[in-house]
């Protein structure tokens, strides 16, 4: 199994910025794509930005310019860099890692727990 610990998130005012991380353990063999989803109340969950396991990463419309993801494949660590954060990026944040457990098993999609951002005055 694979454990997906989230932190960073907070209250922030609009304008601010925040870090974002996810760490993976449990039985890794790879990981393939990673990314950021959140989900704000009422609405759908919708992908904030992915990263891919040969480095082509994807943004949101909305957080182009704005946020920016990495990845640490040695420390297994995801983060996600917002930067000028607007009340509309308010949301449960949630990152979601693609691992291979094994040489020859499937790669199986595991959801962090989420964290909560705030942005308002």
């Known amino acids: 199994q694979v454990q997906l610990v989230e932190s960073g998130g907070g209250l922030v005012q609009p304008g601010g910025s925040l870090r974002l991380s996810c760490v993976a353990s449990?039985?890794?063999?790879?990981?393939?794509?990673v990314g950021w989803y959140r989900q704000a109340p009422g609405k759908q969950r919708e992908l904030v930005a992915v990263?891919?396991?040969?480095?082509?990463?994807t943004y949101e419309d909305s957080v182009k310019g704005r946020f920016a993801i990495s990845r640490d494949n040695a420390r297994k660590m995801v983060s996600l860099q917002m930067n000028s954060l607007k009340p509309e990026d308010t949301a449960v944040y949630y990152c979601?890692?693609?691992?291979?457990?094994?040489?020859?098993?499937?790669?199986?999609?595991?959801w962090g727990q989420g964290t909560q951002v705030t942005v308002s005055s």
């Open positions: 990263l891919t396991s040969g480095g082509i990463s």
């Open positions: 979601s890692v693609q691992v291979q457990g094994g040489p020859y098993r499937p790669v199986i999609d595991y």
């Open positions: 449990g039985r890794i063999y790879s990981i393939y794509d």
